[in-house]
């Protein structure tokens, strides 16, 4: 039988499902209002000290991430109750974030369709949210190996991807199906609406000066986001379940994380550490994802990661289906080493 996730104490999700207008335009003019502050202040005073300036990047950064949790909610019809308000916020939200608005969402949807499910990893899944069980990184060729284990070295999937995907990838549709008409026109839009932001920004500062400002951001911003993200399915204690014993439920309680963060961090990232709430229903808005939790002992049940351990969590690359756990690459010995030599 389905494990139910909600006992007959927790109350029904339908109190947590339902947006409030009011604290969802709080939310915007708290994250787009001091990000563009601090943005104005990077603009107009260009020679700010050495230390000042990074630490502005930071918050900006954080807020960036925030307004991405906006866009993220919009996408999955939570943060409005209305559709068209959903749709309005999360392209505007595309223009600070540069991650097109449908065609994220779109993507996302997938994402959610089919997470942490070993026999659907070729739908909606990334190299981030998705993983390889030590039978079939065995199986592979020793090329292949070695360009999996470089994709997922830290280095490169946490610091050198993140901002090449923000900046670059999400320009051009190149991953869309050739029914995804709509989020394609919406890539484009989002490339001119970002382009005119530039175009203005520059008009006053020069490109350069736009360059030093927005890109710092940026990366710092994509790689917090991006490790959220990948930390919320992959980590050690983490569960994958073939399609016939797969559950909605299941996957949610024990293969979603509680990230614990201090309350400050808690505020930037809008509760997505709460993750395991959110995968159980997508459409409470991240300010009900706190209230939830308390509320169901159930969810409570969640893997819980601290800082420390998320940090750590990069190691986990391969599923061991034996033991049901995720484990680091393999070591590789000096007679192995002379073997592929």
């Not at 990047?57 to 109750?81: E, K």
């Not at 203005?200 to 030093?212: K, N, P």
């Not at 379940?241 to 909605?248: E, H, I």
């Amino acid at each position: 039988m389905t494990t139910r996730v909600r006992s007959r104490q927790s109350p029904p999700l339908s109190v947590f499902q339902h947006a409030d207008l009011g604290k969802s335009l709080m939310q915007i003019g708290t994250s787009f209002f001091p990000y563009i502050c601090i943005c104005a202040v990077l603009y107009r005073f260009p020679g700010l000290s050495w230390w000042v300036t990074p630490v502005l990047w930071l918050f900006a950064s954080g807020f960036m991430v925030r307004i991405f949790i906006i866009q993220h909610d919009c996408g999955h019809g939570s943060f409005f109750a209305s559709r068209r308000g959903n749709e309005v916020a999360g392209w505007l939200c595309s223009l600070i974030t540069l991650a097109p608005y449908a065609h994220w969402r779109r993507q996302h949807a997938l994402h959610h369709a089919n997470w942490n499910n070993l026999d659907r990893r070729d739908s909606g899944m990334d190299i981030y949210s998705s993983c390889l069980t030590i039978t079939e990184f065995n199986a592979l060729s020793r090329l292949n190996q070695r360009c999996y284990r470089v994709l997922r070295n830290p280095i490169v999937s946490l610091l050198l991807l993140p901002p090449l995907v923000f900046l670059v990838l999400y320009r051009i549709p190149f991953d869309s199906p050739a029914g995804w008409r709509k989020e394609k026109v919406g890539v484009y839009l989002t490339d001119l609406g970002i382009l005119g932001l530039i175009l203005a920004l520059a008009s006053f500062f020069g490109f350069a000066r736009v360059a030093e400002v927005q890109i710092p951001i940026l990366v710092i911003a994509a790689t917090v986001g991006v490790w959220l993200f990948s930390l919320q399915h992959r980590f050690e204690k983490t569960r994958w379940d073939r399609n016939d014993s797969w559950t909605k439920a299941m996957a949610s309680v024990q293969g979603s994380s509680y990230l614990k963060l201090p309350r400050v961090l808690q505020w930037f990232t809008g509760n997505i550490g709460f993750h395991h709430v959110h995968h159980f229903s997508p459409r409470i808005p991240n300010y009900r994802l706190e209230l939830c939790h308390r509320a169901s002992p159930e969810l409570q049940n969640a893997p819980v990661l601290s800082i420390w351990t998320g940090l750590k969590s990069w190691r986990y690359a391969l599923w061991d289906e034996s033991h049901g756990v995720m484990v680091p690459f393999p070591r590789r010995t000096a007679a192995s080493s002379r073997s592929t030599a």
